[in-house]
């Protein structure tokens, strides 16, 4: 009777304990996605899908080499896993775990009913440096606190040898159907709105070259070279990170070796695992907090008086805010798929704190746009920046726009690429086109309001509302 492997969220070969676990049961491996149609999950955004469909054409090259083949599915899991199971006979389904409330609640029916039907299920950590139920706090609940919560984990990290995937994979005599990926038209056609997505190479071998290329010319220096958002100085990891292409296990282990062959890499080291570590305390805190992408952990902010302003919103997403660089990241975002992180906090800060935009509007944008859209880091870093969440950014701090813009963006280079209208302006005006005079308005061949846009809202001005609407949610008014 053959094993299932339910691929999910872990869209490689190696370093997979469930398909490790498979290949050790001896039984003939079938390979299964099914994409989650009509559960209770979130459905996935448009970049999201964008990705999936490069990334399954990968898996299913690799498996094929292997001399499996991947069966697609639509529909609701729990239907469609159940009937495959029965139609090929399975003895063994298995799977690498979720962390989301609802993919957890149906993936614990799904066991529960193959079980029934006397299907043995199996499910394991291949998303995760540390399960999110073994890092508790000296009273046993979950941390709150990012700092704390790494100095517990960061021991925790189990050293063990990844899973061994053996060369040749043993596939059923017969293969069941199913769906075709064309058929599932993932990828955008009119209009074609990734032209600019293609620097991204989804699936497991683009994963390994990204971290190697970061590893060798990108770790050193890490620490500093990561807040301009110029030259970017992150690894790229995060979408791949997002579909298991590659785990943050091997991600460790690789990061680890590198840095003990090579002197002087202590602290970038320390600084890149440190944001390993935050994607680890958001997946704890989703797993701990079912509604976070819906529900303010502070729960006071259920009273703020969130604006409605469409017009502003329509402008903020955009990328027509009048503010460079908010509209430099909001521009690189629908180009690309993403968004550098210091960007992320300006743009994300903007729209709660200057337009007074509710966060959740902000997230679901991102959710629809990124291509490492993230339950748990999306939800949790727009609560961090809206100062609703768990350890956030206190709500009074509110970034200014045109001085993060001169501190991380100090020649403008960021903001001349991404908004090409201002490429003409000198550096000390970049970031602040109106306070630009007229002549040097009109040397850039610039005219503000129909080249580019006046801001929407004066920064002071926004600020000080921002503030009294903050007072008032103390105060209860
Ligand atoms: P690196 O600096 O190379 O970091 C390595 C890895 O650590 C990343 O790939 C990522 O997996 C993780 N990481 C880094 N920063 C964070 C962080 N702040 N929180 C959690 N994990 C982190 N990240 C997502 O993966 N998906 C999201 O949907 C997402 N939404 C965000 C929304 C907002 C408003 C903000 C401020 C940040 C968001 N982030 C999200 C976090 C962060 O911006 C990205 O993970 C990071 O920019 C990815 O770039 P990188 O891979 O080069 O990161």
């Known amino acids: 009777r053959p094993a299932l492997v339910w691929f999910r969220q872990d869209l490689r070969l190696a370093d997979n304990p469930a398909l490790a676990a498979a290949a050790a049961s001896g039984r003939p491996i079938i390979p299964v996605f099914v994409l989650a ?13 964008w990705w999936l469909d490069k990334s399954l054409r990968k898996l299913a090259e690799s498996l094929e080499a292997k001399g499996l083949r991947l069966v697609l599915r639509l529909g609701d899991p729990q ?5 495959l199971a029965q139609e090929v006979g399975a003895g063994l389904v298995v799977w690498n775990r979720l962390y989301d409330p609802a993919a957890v609640e149906r993936d614990t029916a799904i066991k529960r009913d193959l079980e029934e039907a006397g299907v043995e299920a199996r499910s394991f950590n291949g998303a995760l440096l540390n399960e999110p139920w073994t890092v508790r706090t000296g009273a046993g609940g979950p941390f709150k606190v990012f700092t704390a919560y790494w100095r517990a984990a960061k021991p925790m990290v189990a050293a063990e040898p990844a899973p061994v995937i053996p060369d040749e994979l043993t596939g059923p005599r017969d293969w069941p159907a199913g769906d075709h990926l064309d058929d599932w038209r993932l990828h955008p056609t009119a209009p074609d709105w990734s032209t600019g997505f293609s620097d991204w190479a989804p699936g497991e071998a683009g994963a390994l070259a990204r971290l190697e290329d970061f590893l060798q010319h990108g770790l050193k220096g890490y620490s500093e070279r990561r807040d301009p958002p110029a ?10 990170l997002h579909w298991g292409e590659i785990g943050p296990r091997q ?39 079912p509604d ?15 604006r409605g302003d469409p017009a502003a919103l329509a402008a903020w997403r955009r990328g027509r805010t009048g503010y460079p660089l908010v509209d430099a990241g909001m521009r690189e975002l629908w180009a690309t798929g993403f968004m550098h992180n210091r960007v992320r906090m300006v743009v994300a800060s903007f729209l709660v704190k200057h337009l007074l935009i509710d966060w959740r509007v902000g997230e679901a944008w991102f959710w629809d746009t990124l291509v490492d859209a993230d339950l748990a880091n999306n939800a949790a870093n727009w609560q961090w920046t809206a100062g609703s969440g768990a350890d956030a950014a206190p709500f009074f701090r509110i970034f200014n726009p045109v001085a993060q813009g001169e501190r991380f963006d ?65 105060t209860g008014d």
Do not use: C
Not at 37 to 49: C, E, F, I, N, Q
Not at 79 to 83: A, E, G, M
Not at 253 to 267: F, T
Not at 280 to 289: D, I, V
């Open 37 to 49: 149609v009509g559960d209770t999950t979130r459905p996935r955004g448009a970049a999201s899908l």
């Open 79 to 83: 239907v469609q896993l159940l009937s």
């Open 231 to 240: 030259r970017d100085g992150g690894s790229r990891l995060s979408p791949h």
């Open 251 to 289: 991600v460790w282990r690789m990061a680890l070796a590198h840095a003990a062959s090579r002197p002087g890499l202590a602290d970038d080291l320390d600084k890149f695992l440190s944001e390993l570590g935050w994607r680890e305390f958001n997946h704890q805190l989703l797993f701990n907090l």
């Open 292 to 306: 976070l992408a819906k529900v303010n952990v502070r729960p006071e902010f259920d009273r703020f008086a969130w």
């Open 410 to 474: 100090p020649e403008g280079a960021y903001v001349r690429r991404w908004v090409p209208e201002l490429a003409g302006m000198p550096a000390g005006y970049i970031h602040a086109p109106w306070t630009a005079p007229a002549a040097v308005l009109a040397q850039a061949g610039m005219r503000l309001g129909r080249d580019y846009p006046h801001p929407i809202v004066e920064h002071a001005e926004a600020r000080a509302r921002a503030l009294a609407a903050f007072q008032d949610l103390r």
